[in-house]
């Protein structure tokens, strides 16, 4: 099993607008071999930084399965208009991939 995860500094304010993008997308997810779950998970609130903390959260059968996706042309499809509205977060997400540890 492989867990793909985005972690997004989201600034403060703009939390339900990020949301809404995340729940309204074009979801290809569920087309790709492999695919498990999709999570949103909303962090805490950074009040020195001024940003909310975000992860997406998709788990693989595979890092092969997962690996496909970021090739496929339903990846290129779901990601389309990233970035081209206002942008809701600070910087770029920051990804992090795990394999699970069989038996731990």
Same mark, same amino acid.
């Given at each position: 099993m492989y867990i793909a995860m985005n972690r997004f500094k989201v600034k403060a304010g703009l939390e339900e607008e990020f949301e809404n993008v995340w729940k309204n997308r074009d979801r290809r +997810? &569920? *087309?790709m071999k492999g695919f498990q779950q999709f999570h949103l998970l909303r962090g805490s609130f950074n009040e020195q930084e =001024?940003? &909310?903390l975000f992860a997406s959260h998709t788990v693989w059968n595979s890092f092969d399965d997962f690996q496909a996706w970021t090739k496929s042309e339903n990846f290129r499809a779901a990601h389309k208009n990233a970035g081209t509205s206002k942008s &809701? &977060? +600070? =910087?770029?997400?920051? !990804? *992090? =991939? !795990?394999s699970i540890v069989e038996g731990a």
């Open positions: +997810l &569920t *087309e =001024g940003y &909310t &809701t &977060t +600070l =910087g770029h997400p920051q !990804f *992090e =991939g !795990f």
